[in-house]
């Protein structure tokens, strides 16, 4: 199954790799995540990182429907204390 996947990579067009980096970053900026070109780097690919940021986006838009109905409460984030870096 995994040859078969990477076989289907490779026949990906300049165009479509474009695009994919395009909504990555388009995406990532909407999402508040700064870090796309660290994100690309671990990943190896345009269409492994735009998979994992439309993964991620499905996870926040659930959390956003719990708050809306109130199934959820977060802390507002100046509540919150600070990470380390």
Not at 55 to 76: I, M, N
Request: no cysteine; charged share 35%.
């Amino acid at each position: 199954m995994r040859i078969e996947a990477k076989r289907q990579e490779m026949d990906l067009t300049d165009k479509q790799i474009e695009f994919a980096v395009k909504m990555s970053k388009v995406l990532a900026e909407g999402l508040g995540f700064d870090r796309i070109e660290e994100l690309h780097e671990r990943t190896g690919h345009p269409v492994a990182t735009l998979k994992m940021l439309l993964s991620y986006y499905r996870r926040v838009q659930k959390l956003a429907g719990y708050a809306s109905t109130g199934k959820v409460e977060f802390p507002d984030e100046r509540d919150l204390p600070e990470l380390p870096e």
